[in-house]
């Protein structure tokens, strides 16, 4: 049966219609601010000594994962604010006239011109501008520091959902010798933490390793569902550099956030995530050709006989059904497609291996505690992680998205926790759901008859998948055209003579696998071709 059609979205009082369609598969953010990154980066000496001759200064990988930062955010969250703040320079530049301070750039959109000006500070021609603009200083104040990013965050008038700062540093004890400057530092660190400010440090390698209990395990402060006493590695590559940026940087955005009921008196908060989300080449912005400015689209209901606007309440939804057209009210419709309250609902639990691979029909989502709706969610959540991850089993539960949306059986499947060997986290602790299939989403298929193999086939299709076995992993392959669209689209925001090549590596590149796939298919098709 066909979808019932309704006016859902109201915005700046503008109807829009929206097909409820199969909305549950991959979700909807909910707009709740701009997510908003404070660079505050060391610039004193010691960060542009290189200690390894094939390796990187420590400054030069910091400003290299800026622009990485740019260059994402532009693709991917064009709407998010950044800014980035030297200290321990000689010039200075900031609202609060603080020596020592220079701000780089305030926080705003990430764009072309701001990655270009970073571009400008890599590489041993970068180091000499930076020393010939900013110079070097010791004598800052950390604390100093803080205060200028945080007043960088007060003059944004605009909604923030999520607000950082990360900061790069391979110095582990800046006022070792200053008790003064190490009180204010903690103290506007404090001052952070009350503001919901969190403090991030991206602590780089030095001479004898970085001591993080010296000076900055006071300074530090993360969000709720991030673990303090779980602290990375320093950074001596680019590439451990990146990985924590990425853990940090990323913000955890919650489809919805739901009750999870595990019997009548007893219910958890949990948010549900996508870990898994299909990538798309942005759609084009239409543009008015004399200015060059975004335009507006506006959707109107006409009269077809008459030609007059229609109004919301001068329409009515129908479905045809048996030659009879059903008419409803706006009303009428949310009430049929309305099961029950939104939430997860404990069915009972079986055994994993009873979960197989055919019963897979969307991708997965994934669900984690949520401690600020209902105290103890965290504690009762994991005892049953452990419990099911102890037994081998999976939590089988009625799985309700949104109101006015048909419930699932979906099985939660116990996810333990895995990290790295720099301590970034691999695999977060939870519970994967999986929506399991209905006896409607079933097909009955007749197969045609087998088409038996003779043993030289079947030993020439053995040497093939020796060929091309391989240890596959999904973060190891990008889609080649995604990346080619971003990398022209990179050379032209940046002035670049031309694109880079994306890499295709989802193709077979060994012509001693072309020679076995031709082998294969002349004894298969002997009769039928005569060349390949």
Not at 16 to 44: C, I, M, N, P
Not at 167 to 172: G, H, I, P, S
Not at 297 to 308: C, I, L
Request: one cysteine or more; glycine letters at 6%.
């Amino acid at each position: 049966m066909s979808d019932w059609v309704s006016y859902y979205k109201h915005e700046e009082g503008e109807e829009e219609e929206d097909q409820d369609g199969e909305v549950e598969v991959l979700g909807e953010y909910k707009y709740s601010g701009r997510d908003t990154l404070v660079f505050l980066v060391d610039a004193s000496r010691a960060m542009f000594d290189s200690y390894d001759n094939d390796d990187l200064a420590p400054f030069d990988m910091t400003i290299q994962c800026i622009q990485n930062v740019y260059t994402n955010k532009i693709i991917s969250h064009d709407r998010d604010l950044v800014g980035v703040v030297f200290y321990g320079t000689e010039q200075h530049k900031n609202s609060v006239d603080f020596k020592h301070i220079y701000v780089l750039q305030d926080l705003d959109n990430p764009g072309a011109k701001r990655v270009l000006e970073l571009r400008k500070y890599k590489g041993e021609q970068g180091r000499v501008l930076f020393h010939k603009s900013f110079g070097h200083s010791g004598d800052y104040s950390l604390g100093e520091a803080l205060w200028v990013c945080s007043n960088l965050f007060s003059a944004v008038r605009l909604k923030m959902s999520h607000k950082r700062i990360m900061l790069f540093t391979n110095n582990d004890n800046p006022h070792g010798n200053d008790s003064v400057k190490a009180k204010f530092a903690r103290t506007k660190a404090a001052d952070l933490r009350e503001t919901g400010i969190y403090l991030d440090l991206m602590h780089l390698k030095k001479p004898g390793g970085f001591d993080i209990s010296l000076f900055y395990r006071d300074i530090i402060n993360t969000a709720e569902d991030e673990d303090l006493g779980v602290q990375f590695d320093e950074s001596s590559k680019l590439e451990d550099l990146m990985k924590k940026v990425r853990a940090k940087e990323t913000r955890k955005r919650a489809l919805s956030r739901l009750n999870f009921y595990l019997g009548k008196d007893m219910a958890l908060a949990v948010g549900i995530y996508n870990l898994v989300q299909k990538a798309f080449k942005q759609p084009p912005v239409k543009l008015y050709r004399e200015t060059n400015e975004p335009v507006k689209t506006k959707t109107r209901t006409f009269n077809r006989e008459t030609g007059s606007l229609l109004l919301p309440s001068d329409t009515k939804r129908a479905q045809t059904y048996g030659n009879c057209q059903i008419v409803l009210e706006k009303e009428e419709t949310e009430e049929v497609k309305r099961f029950d309250s939104p939430g997860l609902f404990l069915i009972g639990f079986k055994p994993l291996v009873m979960l197989k691979r055919h019963h897979h029909i969307k991708p997965a989502q994934f669900i984690y505690p949520e401690e600020s709706l209902i105290s103890g969610s965290t504690t009762l959540f994991n005892a049953l992680l452990i419990k099911c991850l102890e037994k081998k089993v999976m939590a089988v539960c009625r799985y309700i998205s949104r109101r006015n949306t048909p419930p699932r059986f979906i099985a939660l499947v116990p996810q333990e926790e895995v990290l790295d060997e720099q301590n970034v986290q691999v695999a977060p602790p939870g519970f994967h759901l999986i929506s399991l299939p209905y006896a409607d989403d079933k097909r009955n298929i007749d197969f045609t008859e087998k088409v038996p193999a003779n043993e030289e086939q079947v030993d020439k299709m053995k040497e093939i998948v020796q060929k091309l076995r391989f240890k596959y992993r999904s973060e190891s392959f990008e889609n080649p055209v995604l990346q080619q669209h971003y990398m022209n689209l990179e050379a032209l925001a940046l002035d670049l003579m031309e694109p880079e090549k994306a890499e295709d590596l989802t193709g077979i590149t060994n012509s001693g696998k072309y020679r076995f796939l031709r082998h294969f298919l002349l004894l298969m098709f002997r009769n039928r071709i005569s060349s390949y």
